[in-house]
């Protein structure tokens, strides 16, 4: 089955306290990008991968690292979170090709909860 | 840079009727997608209808149709015969795909409840 798959779904974790975000896809789709949502914001893009080993800010990205070793992998990297980085986190995925419409699928999301 | 407006922050429609969400864009940019997205509240994010901007014919999935006005720059939604499992948010997305290919830039959102 075609997916993008995130972990963990839901995680508390205390202030400064240095956690990873995993993200992989099976459809071997060059472009994933990284989404924070919050309420009456909408979903904002913190970073973005065109292929491995680029990567590239988005409209968000302080407080966040993130990777691109392989293809399938992009991983979140919160250093030292802050309590402002409490948010549903959602990673995409699509194909750069125009007959795709550059549809993007996602992960079903993550919550995360720093106090 | 491109701005995506939703100006309806909730709106809500009774079982069986119709509603048009409305949506409005900023762009200089000629080759670029619309997108509605749904988010039920299981919060997965589920693709609802695309429009390419070359192309004149509005979209149609089912019950869901657009209609997508280039020169006002405006891409609403129209859900017919609404159905209590439509309630949900609602995301309007622009992608440029001539720059910045891939990055999709969403509205603040329309949440939707379907009353019985």
């Known amino acids: 089955e075609a997916q993008v798959t995130q972990n963990p779904r839901y995680l508390i974790t205390v202030t400064g306290k240095k956690l990873t975000v995993t993200c992989s896809q099976n459809m071997n789709h060059e472009y994933m990008s990284w989404y924070r949502q919050d309420p009456g914001l909408g979903l904002r893009q913190i970073y973005y991968s065109m292929n491995v080993e680029v990567t590239d800010k988005g409209d968000v990205p302080e407080g966040y690292k993130v990777s691109r070793k392989e293809k399938r992998n992009f991983p979140l990297i919160l250093e030292s979170p802050s309590p402002n980085q409490t948010s549903l986190y959602f990673c995409?995925?699509?194909?750069?090709?125009?007959?795709?419409?550059?549809?993007?699928?996602f992960g079903p999301g993550t919550r995360l909860t720093v106090t | 840079a491109q701005t995506v407006t939703q100006s309806q922050p909730e709106m809500s429609v009774q079982e069986a009727e119709t509603v048009t969400l409305s949506c409005t864009y900023d762009t200089s940019e000629n080759n670029y997608y619309l997108f509605w997205y749904k988010q039920p509240p299981s919060r997965q994010m589920i693709l609802v209808i695309r429009?390419?901007?070359?192309?004149?014919q509005n979209a149609t999935e089912n019950r869901f149709s657009v209609n997508f006005q280039k020169a006002a720059k405006s891409f609403s939604l129209k859900i017919s015969d609404s159905q209590l499992g439509d309630t949900a948010m609602y995301f309007c997305a622009f992608l440029n795909y001539g720059g910045s290919q891939g990055n999709l830039i969403f509205g603040k959102g329309t949440k939707l409840s379907v009353k019985p």
């Open positions: 429009q390419e901007a070359y192309k004149q």
């Open positions: 995409a995925s699509s194909r750069l090709a125009p007959l795709t419409s550059y549809e993007q699928y």
